[in-house]
């Protein structure tokens, strides 16, 4: 190739490159669309965190649609009251306060209430493991403890235990949800922050079923209802739930005879002392029985189970004997029937 036919390619592709940068200079010019300014004011308020708990890809995509309208900056889960009045005066929007909410996981039955039924040797996540035969835990709604969620989590707020189940740290929750999506078995809840009691259960199981796969899932006893005494705590079929926009009482805590009802990590719960039962004067049933004169049925029934069990032990033949202590027991329940429902025991009880 001689010089000329080199000089006239270079002046070529210097004339082609030359005529395409102004045509895209006139494009830019004529096309281009100018952005709201407001937009990178909003962001720079915006904490930057980019987790989508407000529904958007990002900040910035949140800053856009806070600047078109139709959305709170109160969406943000992340964002400080400061922050979003700042947002709300800049665009001239009206400020509303939501209650925050944290993520709770719906399970208390670690490795050791809910052991594994076979040992899991595949890919570190708990969507992949319930595609293996439902996983090899046994209960088949529990968590795997497969820290997927925790993964998942970009403030870090998810855990799992030295006992291999998932718990969160409500303290550094945000409640941006990025959670709830990534649970295969649906155990993640956003609850209000304020809530400081929470039934840790998600299985639907009847009572026999569940005592087989897990000791601490709820069985169904409506306990906790009896204790709340208003509906907010309700039976989803078999199983216990609060309704969060009512307050449960923490002393639910209490009557839950497999403890699946726990207070919010960090929250210090002290019981109050239970009160004796009341009692009438001891009477021949009770002598029978070898107990006081009380009206507390667990007492007289316990004390009843004792003395056929030692009356049969001594002479199994003796039916008489048991025939005594059933009439002695029928007689303190009667009792208890008569004075133990908050009415006031008498002074004086002459027979029985």
């Known amino acids: 190739m001689n010089l000329e036919t080199l000089m006239t390619a270079v002046l070529f592709m210097a004339g082609t490159g030359l005529t395409l940068g102004l045509i895209i200079a006139l494009a830019n010019k004529f096309f281009a669309i100018e952005e709201d300014p407001r937009v990178e004011q909003t962001e720079d308020l915006l904490p930057g965190a980019n987790c989508g708990g407000c529904g958007y890809a990002g900040c910035t995509a949140f800053a856009k649609a806070l600047v078109a309208g139709g959305v709170e900056p109160s969406k943000c889960p992340v964002n400080s009251e400061e922050a979003n009045s700042a947002i709300s005066q800049l665009l001239g929007l009206e400020l509303s306060f939501s209650e925050p909410h944290v993520a ?58 030295d006992k291999g189940i998932a718990i969160v740290h409500p303290d550094i929750c945000v409640g941006c949800g990025k959670c709830v999506e ?23 199981e009847k009572a026999p079923l569940q005592r087989k796969a897990c000791t601490k899932g709820c069985i169904g006893c409506r306990k906790c209802i009896k204790e709340a005494g208003d509906d907010s705590v309700h039976m989803q079929g078999f199983l216990a739930v609060l309704d969060y926009t009512k307050k449960a009482p923490m002393s639910i805590i209490d009557v839950c005879p497999v403890k699946c009802i726990q207070p919010t990590l960090g929250v210090e719960y002290v019981p109050e002392p239970k009160k004796a039962a009341p009692s009438v004067k001891t009477l ?28 049969k032990a ?39």
């Open 104 to 161: 709770i996981i719906k399970c208390c039955g670690d490795n050791v209430e809910s052991p594994e039924k076979a040992l899991y040797n595949g890919v570190n996540d708990c969507k992949s493991a319930v595609l293996v035969a439902g996983a090899t835990k046994s209960c088949q709604h529990g968590c795997l403890g497969l820290a997927s969620c925790s993964r998942a989590c970009p403030f870090n707020a998810i855990e799992i235990n």
């Open 182 to 204: 990534t649970c295969p078995r649906h155990l993640i809840d956003l609850v209000p922050k304020s809530a400081n009691v929470h039934i840790l259960c998600n299985s639907p």
């Open 284 to 311: 021949p049933c009770h002598t029978k029985l070898g107990i006081e004169g009380t009206v507390d049925k667990a007492v007289i029934k316990k004390a009843f189970a004792q003395k056929v069990a030692a009356a």
């Open 314 to 352: 001594e002479s199994p033949d003796d039916k008489e004997a048991v025939a005594d202590l059933t009439k002695a027991f029928k007689a303190a329940n009667a009792l208890a029937d008569k004075f133990g429902a908050e009415k006031p025991a008498p002074a004086e009880v002459t027979n029985a």
